[in-house]
């Protein structure tokens, strides 16, 4: 498998996405993060693509000021997020 920066996202107090970030050279004030195909992880550690059957889209861009934490999720978590996105 591909090396992939996938990294658990905090966005609000119970929002936690597993998702590619790509940080961006950006303005001050514009977007500088890109998330490439965010899941959005459960208590349950079920996953489900981020804004659902709104969109089909895949990239998302945030500015990081918007982004509470970030972490390295668990091996486990990664294997399931790359068979998802496969």
């Keep these: 498998m591909e090396d992939k920066n996938v990294k658990c996202v905090l966005i609000n107090v119970d929002t936690v996405l597993i ?46 000021d918007e982004i509470l934490t970030i972490a390295d999720p668990t091996p486990e978590i990664v294997e399931k997020y790359l068979k998802l996105t496969e």
């Design 19 to 64: 998702t590619e970030v790509v940080e961006l050279d950006a303005q001050i004030g514009d977007p500088n993060c890109k998330l490439v195909n965010p899941y959005l992880f459960s208590d349950d550690e079920t996953m489900k693509p981020w804004l659902g059957i709104a969109t089909t889209q895949k990239e998302y861009m945030i500015r990081s």
